[in-house]
């Protein structure tokens, strides 16, 4: 029996989160029962994308206009038979346990396939021990990277990169890429990747050390939002020939930038919107939606889930580039689970710089 | 020698646009020179898409805010630099003949393709006679159908229709497919491929006498859009398990009101978006645009100028179906060259009905 600490979700988020949101609690973790594996976690990931599951309702839906029905209210009926009108994964229930992506150690074992000191990557996050069916793990193979690496730049954020870029935008030689966010999990990888493969890249960050880093991973032009006024001049300055490939992660002004100097059959890549995650309001759409008719454009959403099966070719061809030193990432570490939400909190505030992680151990 | 008149753009359009854009000259068209046809207009079209090329400039370009500096004049200026950023072909100049789709029968012919009697489809529309050389005419070949079909149904319309459903949309078996602007001559044929296809179809159509036509050319569920104020509302309920693809000829409100019903995977044809040809100021966008990330959704536009290599294959298949009584069409005709521009604008205010068409003789 060991006593552990768990973060549960104590009420559904409204507007930007807050550490009122969250509940830390204190368990028992019994024996492995047969057939189950025991973890200690050393690492835990937070994301954006956790945000969705952790909101009441969906964020976004066309409300009424003046003298209009509320069509949102009829948006919601269908959406509670329905639950893929939301375009959110099921929601996180209120006083249980949070889950995401997390690497432990096994401490006990009831399974063959699993003997204490294994590594092993889970969707247990948000715990510091806990106990699981061993199907429900997945052995970690480090490629000789540490093992929090497999969060970030080799695990899903480095995977929503190269499938992003590679399967959804699927660049052609001479392509010039835009990314924004490009200092975070995901767009910095999408940068290097883009670079890697002979692309011009142009990155958005947000002040002068992401900007500085953007640089030093290889990207042709870096653009600060927080000095740029207009992200529309500034991206059409540092592309004067135009975007063929932008790679979303911030959504408003960076998604109408984009699609100002977007050229003809330029396809977006739909990652992230995180500028827009914690609207209480609905934003303004991008008001030149109307490009995408008159260039040709194609515009992509996608979801990590729906592509895990490739996380192995990945890994492979991921370590592989680190190990030649084509690949690299920062990592912003908070310790301990009683500070796993305000580092949560730091992804809506840009206080993160590139990946965001709470060591457990 | 022949005397004939012709239309000319007077001034570009700003906003909605009127008659006095227009100009009717009277023209001498003097006898083929060698290598020449001598052709006679029997029937010209006005299309949505001819509203850009007569602009003075983009219609859509990210503006400031307040605060921000202006970023619709550095769009100018790469604008002018590189056209395709418009996402617009090249303007049409004041002063010249307009130009555009026509069916006409050859006069007189220097060249040894081309008889007295042959009917020819071109592009040198908005005029009575021309001469032009042998290269630039098709001689049609009818399919036993009325030859303005071949403006129509049977010609650039149909083939947009097609191809942004069926290269495009891409539908598969049990998909549900919504179609704005039901009633006009791209969306119902959209609207009939998609029933002989299988499908569930959902079309939108302005008024009672549009929305039985689109009832009787086989559509499941109308919505009569200037009737249902909450536009979202009524295509939830007509689509209850909601949507699978969209073709898109409105914006605007339609836009949002897709996004909203579709389900995950989705495809959107954008081929036009006629609601916001007119703007002078910048359009508000789709304020759940975040639902092509949420959904995995793809929203592709497309320019049926890329695609014309397919219209042999169309034709001889949208020949057939119209035979087997699977496709039907209306036209809206007004006769004379000189109403030319004022047909022209019917379709900015809904006053056609299927397909617009000048007969000139």
Redesign the interface.
């Known amino acids: 029996m060991i006593t552990a600490r768990e973060v549960r979700l104590k009420s559904r988020l409204v507007g930007m989160p807050s550490a009122d949101n969250f509940e830390l609690i204190t368990v028992s973790v019994p024996d492995p029962a047969p057939g189950e594996v025991q973890v200690q976690n050393l690492w835990m990931t937070v994301d954006p994308y956790m945000r969705?599951r952790m909101a009441d309702r969906?964020?976004?839906?066309?409300?009424?206009r003046p003298?209009?029905?509320?069509?949102a209210r009829?948006?919601g009926?269908?959406a509670a038979s329905?639950s893929?009108?939301?375009?959110?994964r099921p929601g996180f229930k209120v006083g249980e346990v949070l889950e995401g992506g997390a690497i432990g150690q096994v401490a006990a074992s009831d399974d063959p396939r699993f003997k204490p000191g294994d590594l092993v990557s889970s969707w247990f996050g948000w715990r510091e021990w806990f106990n699981a069916p061993a199907a429900s793990l997945q052995k970690l193979a480090t490629f000789g990277l540490p093992p929090q690496a497999f969060l970030g730049v080799a695990g899903m954020p480095g995977l929503t990169a190269w499938v992003g870029l590679l399967k959804i935008a699927v660049p052609k030689p001479g392509d010039v890429v835009f990314v924004s966010a490009a200092s975070g999990a995901v767009g910095s990888v999408a940068c290097q990747i883009a670079k890697l493969k002979g692309h011009t890249v142009i990155g958005s960050a947000g002040g002068a050390a992401k900007c500085a880093f953007v640089k030093d991973i290889g990207v042709d032009h870096v653009i600060d939002y927080k000095v740029r006024?207009?992200?529309?001049?500034a991206l059409?300055?540092a592309a004067?020939?135009?975007i063929d490939v932008y790679f979303?992660n911030v959504?408003g002004?960076h998604?109408?930038?984009a699609?100002?100097a977007a050229?003809?059959f330029a396809r977006f890549a739909?990652?992230?919107?995180i500028s827009?995650y914690n609207s209480t309001e609905?934003?303004?759409?991008?008001?030149?939606?109307?490009?995408?008719?008159?260039?040709?454009?194609?515009?992509?959403?996608?979801?990590i889930a729906?592509y895990l099966d490739l996380m192995p070719e990945f890994q492979k061809e991921m370590s592989t580039w680190i190990h030649e030193s084509k690949v690299t990432w920062r990592e912003t570490i908070d310790h301990g689970i009683e500070n796993a939400p305000t580092a949560f909190l730091k992804l809506f505030k840009g206080e993160n710089f590139g990946k965001m992680l709470v060591k457990l151990r």
Chains 1, 2 share one sequence.
């Open positions: 969705g969906a964020i976004y839906s066309p409300s009424s003298g209009k029905e509320v069509s009829a948006i009926e269908i329905n893929t009108m939301y375009g959110w006024a207009d992200l529309t001049s059409l300055q004067p020939m135009g979303e959504g002004e998604l109408e930038a699609l100002a050229n003809r739909i990652c992230g919107m827009q609905l934003p303004s759409g991008p008001r030149n939606i109307m490009f995408v008719m008159g260039k040709s454009l194609r515009l992509e959403g996608f979801d729906n």
